[in-house]
């Protein structure tokens, strides 16, 4: 089955980049959405079909995608951006659905 | 604007049996495949499966097929996630979701519900 691997966490300092990735055999030739899960709350779509921001998502927001590795780039990191993200994709091959395995950011 | 509502928390002791339930409004319910998400406690999310509110085509997720049963009753636009023999192991956060459009199986699950709370215990 098709795995996407995730660093388990990412710390960084207010203000700063951060940079989550997300691997996957020939993610690239796939279609990557990014999701954002505060404490107690739904997860929320952050980028979707690779590069897109949903209306009300700041720009700070961005994602990409090539080889084996999609990136979602937080820029100009706040507070309020302290979440887990989640990378998803869906296996053509299987015609399954499958999420990373997590990525708690921790702004310093 | 669209709003998938789920049914509250349960407790259940094991062996016994739950469905949750997730109605969409909004928007053409027949239309938008709905999907169901696991979260165990602490842990990250486990796709379980979707369905086709239209025909009721359904896909599941290996891990999960024959533990559970997707549904759906388009006539009150409301989905079902069916589990049996419950397990201390299924104690978990259940989220239903919505496809963001068509029949395209790639794009991303655009709307969540709230969340259904499950505690399995004895």
């Known amino acids: 089955s098709y795995v996407l691997t995730q660093p388990p966490s990412v710390s960084v300092p207010p203000g700063q980049t951060a940079r989550i990735t997300c691997g996957g055999n020939n993610i690239g030739g796939k279609t990557v959405h990014w999701y954002q899960q505060k404490p107690g709350q739904a997860p929320v779509v952050v980028v979707y079909d690779d590069t897109a921001r949903p209306s009300g998502i700041p720009e700070r927001f961005s994602g990409s995608n090539s080889g084996n590795t999609a990136t979602l780039t937080i820029s100009r990191v706040e507070a309020g951006d302290e979440a887990d993200y989640y990378c998803?994709?869906?296996?053509?091959?299987?015609?399954?659905?499958?999420f990373g395995t997590g990525t708690k950011v921790t702004v310093l | 604007e669209v709003q998938l509502v789920q049914s509250g928390a349960q407790v259940k002791k094991p062996g016994e049996s739950l469905r949750i339930s997730c109605k969409g409004s909004g928007y053409t319910f027949s239309i938008y495949w709905i999907g169901w998400v696991r979260q165990m406690p602490g842990k990250g999310l486990e796709w379980m499966g979707i369905?086709?509110?239209?025909?009721?085509?359904?896909r599941y997720n290996p891990s999960f097929q024959g533990q559970v049963t997707i549904s759906v009753d388009k006539s009150i636009n409301t989905a079902y996630l069916q589990l049996t023999s419950l397990k201390a192991s299924d104690t978990a956060m259940y989220y239903c979701v919505r496809r963001a459009y068509g029949d395209n199986p790639a794009v991303t699950f655009q709307y969540w519900g709230q969340g259904t709370p499950l505690i399995v215990s004895s």
């Open positions: 369905i086709s509110p239209s025909d009721s085509e359904t």
């Open positions: 998803q994709v869906w296996d053509g091959s299987s015609d399954l659905y499958v």
